[in-house]
């Protein structure tokens, strides 16, 4: 299957620092990324959806002026947490939509663990 | 709304077989998916199902009955490498993929 990866795997902060994370489809092109978030025995929830060369669309209740989303490239997703504070503290999971197969499935990166202190 | 019902919890004994059930209403329909997760790590793919009926891959099964909005994974000869929390997911009408709760599954020798 696809490879997407996430850089870096895991990071601890002080609150009212920014964070960037980054996510890389390894060997396909993905018009399409997404950023979900997951807190402990919680399942994955949506933050927002990439699309390459426009702006991300958002899902209710995720503020687009802390998360902010650029998708530059169709092979590069970043999300910068802004301003981190304890409660952003949540495993970050990207995934990119591969549209060559029948399933247009989604490849989920290993996900980014952040600690904001 | 969106909503996507799994068992929180399950067990089972090594070698035996267990069915776990999801129950979906959502906005449109385009899929359904099985993700295994183990802890601190990402969702993998296990299947896929948008036709109803089932699809066999190896000791992981999935049916799919789209009229009831069901669905459920079955997993044979269980090992305990395959205790992990299982994922269902269904892609909705914006092709926005939305996830059930998870069923943690916990496989005792």
């Known amino acids: 299957g696809a490879v997407v990866s996430q850089h870096p795997s895991w990071v601890i902060c002080k609150s009212g620092t920014s964070v960037k994370i980054e996510c890389r489809s390894l060997?396909?092109?993905?018009?399409?990324m997404f950023w979900y978030r997951q807190f402990p025995k919680q399942s994955l929830m949506l933050m927002a959806t990439?699309?390459?060369?426009?702006?991300?669309?958002?899902e209710q209740g995720v503020e687009k002026d802390k998360f902010l989303i650029n998708h530059a490239s169709l092979t590069l997703s970043t999300l910068t947490v802004t301003s981190a504070h304890p409660e952003d503290s949540s495993f970050y999971i990207c995934?990119?939509?591969?549209?060559?197969?029948?399933?247009?499935?989604?490849?989920f990166g290993p996900g980014t663990r952040l600690t904001v202190l | 709304g969106q909503n996507i019902d799994q068992p929180t919890e399950m067990t089972a004994t090594e070698g035996a077989i267990v069915q776990i059930n999801c129950t979906y209403q959502?906005?449109?329909?385009?899929?359904l998916f099985w993700y295994q997760q183990h802890a601190g790590e990402a969702p993998t793919f296990l299947s896929y199902?948008?036709?109803?009926g089932l699809e066999e891959k190896g000791r992981f099964s999935s049916f799919l009955s789209r009229s009831k909005g069901y669905s459920y994974l079955l997993l044979k000869e269980l090992q305990m490498k395959d205790s992990a929390s299982y994922l269902c997911?269904?892609?909705?009408?914006?092709?926005?993929?939305?996830f059930g709760t998870g069923t943690r599954l916990q496989v005792f020798p």
């Open positions: 995934s990119a939509r591969d549209r060559s197969g029948a399933e247009s499935q989604q490849f």
């Open positions: 060997d396909f092109q993905a018009t399409t």
């Open positions: 990439s699309n390459e060369g426009s702006k991300a669309t958002y």
């Open positions: 959502t906005s449109g329909f385009n899929g």
């Open positions: 199902n948008v036709l109803d």
């Open positions: 997911a269904v892609r909705d009408n914006t092709d926005k993929l939305i």
